[in-house]
């Protein structure tokens, strides 16, 4: 187990610049209240923003996906850990986001 959350922390740093600028896109959108407060408006931009960024990576450094290979996981079970990660940071920033947006109102 240990040596997944490695591989997945060592694929997730592939993709986290682009995975920060669409969380600070999206929670920047949240907090001055550009759209409607469901959970649609969370997990859908987010979900697209990864699907994008993994999209993206696997188009440009394809290269790399042989050395996750050889590593005995299948790349899909680290990309399902890493947009984990990606959620549980996600979640947290939105709640930080709702403490500030409950502020400034």
């Not at 997945?8 to 969380?23: G, K």
């Not at 790349?75 to 399902?80: A, E, L, S, V, Y």
């Amino acid at each position: 187990m240990k040596r997944l959350s490695n591989l997945t922390l060592q694929y997730y740093q592939l993709l986290l610049l682009f995975n920060i600028a669409a969380t600070i896109l999206w929670t920047a959108i949240f907090i001055f209240d550009s759209i409607p407060v469901n959970a649609v408006s969370f997990f859908v931009p987010k979900s697209i923003g990864y699907l994008s960024a993994v999209a993206l990576h696997y188009y440009s450094y394809e290269d790399s996906y042989f050395y996750f290979r050889n590593a005995g996981y299948s790349i899909w079970r680290i990309i399902i850990s890493a947009f984990v990660v990606d959620v549980l940071v996600y979640l947290l920033l939105i709640s930080l986001s709702f403490i500030v947006r409950t502020c400034l109102h």
